[in-house]
């Protein structure tokens, strides 16, 4: 099973919904890929999330018929998160480019990433369409690449 690591600041909001609807995209489409998702600043020092998820990220998930699966709260990026997958990817360069050349200098440069923008900056119905039109344009490229 390939794996692709969807990373965000939190690991609450964007790559977790990217995670749950790429699994349900790839399922449908009977892809040997797996999503996983963790957070840059999960840390205590760190984002401190008021739950397990975002209300955003769960409303727009709902909204396309699915529901989050067992509960879990955001997990901190390791060193030892990035050789397992075979894509990873960071939802926004400007701001998680210098967190990840900070953290994982030998890693930032084999990453790809993505301009969808958090809640500061895009309303959730439009970050999210953007990112489900992503994530749908990677399943195309990986089913036919792999």
Known sequence: MNRVLFLCSGNY???RFAEVLF???AR?????WI????GLRVQ?????NVGPISRHALEALAARGLD???ERWPRQVTAEDFPTAQIVIALKEAEHRPMLEQLFPHWAQKIRYWHVHDLDAALPD?????LEALIRELLVEVTTEH
């Not at 449908?28 to 040997?32: C, F, K, S």
């Open 68 to 70: 989050v699966p067992a």
């Open 28 to 32: 449908q489409a009977n892809a040997a």
């Open 35 to 38: 999503a996983d998702s963790r």
């Open 44 to 48: 205590k020092d760190g984002i401190v």
């Open 13 to 15: 909001y964007r790559s």
């Open 126 to 130: 439009e970050a999210l369409q953007e």
């Open 23 to 25: 699994n349900h995209l």
